[in-house]
């Protein structure tokens, strides 16, 4: 199974994506979780103001040094992502691909030549899986389509091939 996916079509730049290297990324979301929680526009001057503020905060009250709760917080959020299951906004990879003025759909390509079409404005909501309790899509992967409304949260939309803008 091919675990690389290319966003083609009414693109300016075809862009390649390569699941594997999600894990690491800021952006991913629990999937546990996601389509239960109330979401919010995050301002992300805001959020990174706060990071910064909270960081340093930390370091004035506690000092710069490495108290135990920290090596407690890695080994926590270590466990997490080898045992999570996590998803990614498809928003930001559209943007970089550059939509050109005339798209109107995004079309998720399955394995078996099947096409599931959505309007670019329910495409931008769409969270992408990559991983299953720690473990990346491989039977059925290497993506899952879930709809930002979490409609078919499950029964996603899987063996992803190919996203194609049309």
């Not at 390569?18 to 991913?28: A, E, Q």
């Not at 109107?104 to 495409?123: G, H, P, R």
């Not at 409609?151 to 063996?159: A, D």
Request: net charge negative; hydrophobic share 35%.
């Amino acid at each position: 199974m091919e675990s690389i996916i290319m966003i083609t079509g009414k693109v300016n730049y075809q862009i390649t994506l390569d699941p594997g290297v999600w894990i690491f990324d800021d952006r991913k979301v629990d999937l546990t979780s996601y389509f239960q929680e109330e979401r919010e526009t995050k301002d992300e001057l805001e959020e990174y103001t706060k990071a910064v503020s909270k960081h340093w905060e930390r370091e004035i009250r506690e000092g710069a040094i490495h108290p135990p709760t920290l090596k407690t917080e890695r080994t926590y959020e270590k466990q997490r992502i080898l045992n999570g299951t996590f998803g990614i906004p498809l928003q930001p990879f559209l943007e970089n691909a550059g939509l050109k003025n005339d798209a109107k759909e995004v079309q998720f390509i399955t394995n078996d030549n099947k096409t599931y079409t959505l309007s670019i404005k329910e495409a931008l909501e769409v969270i992408v899986g990559f991983s299953y309790k720690g473990k990346p899509l491989t039977t059925d992967g290497p993506i899952h389509v879930y709809f930002g409304d979490g409609s078919n949260v499950k029964n996603p939309i899987k063996n992803i091939k190919k996203i194609f803008i049309a």
